[in-house]
């Protein structure tokens, strides 16, 4: 989505205001399944249904922190936290991330995400600190709140 007013030159305008909320997307089991599968990480709680239904305290598998936190850039895109007239960005790391509840297998998340600050640095580059809450459809508590951090690396003239 294209945010109005959002340029390069704009983009401290808009330094302790709501970007946007994306779309809803829903992490369903083959989510949980592949990124297992990437990660090495196959904990019975992600991975195994019928014993996440028995034993689990959440009646079913959750997906794991780490793909809740994974899915921020992308949805942060799809926003249009990256100006539109900025060559690119470059993930640069989290400032700080708490999890706070578990995304059951099927639920639907979206992202609210909020410009913390605008930081100019070297070559013209802006250091981004953007306040992201991981919504859960129908929860109280969102999934995860992080500050991540973006390098806007501007076009060449």
Not at 122 to 130: C, E, N, S, V
Request: with cysteine.
């Amino acid at each position: 989505m294209t945010i109005t007013g959002y340029t390069v030159a704009t983009i401290g305008d808009f330094v302790g205001k709501e970007l946007g909320v994306s779309e809803w997307l829903v992490v369903d089991q083959r989510r949980i399944d592949e990124f297992a599968d990437c990660t090495g990480d196959r904990n019975w709680i992600h991975v195994d249904v019928e014993r996440a239904k028995r034993e689990s305290p959440f009646g079913g598998p959750i997906a794991h922190g780490y793909l809740s936190l994974s899915l921020l850039a992308a949805l942060a895109m799809e926003i249009g936290a990256i100006p539109p007239d900025a060559a690119t960005a470059i993930n640069y790391g989290i400032e700080k991330a708490r999890f706070m509840a578990p995304v059951k297998s099927g639920a639907r998340v979206r992202s609210r995400l909020a410009l913390a600050a605008a930081e100019p640095q070297k070559g013209g580059m802006i250091l981004l600190r953007l306040r992201n809450t991981l919504e859960i459809e129908g929860e109280k508590k969102p999934a995860l709140v992080a500050e991540t951090l973006a390098l806007i690396v501007p076009r060449k003239p």
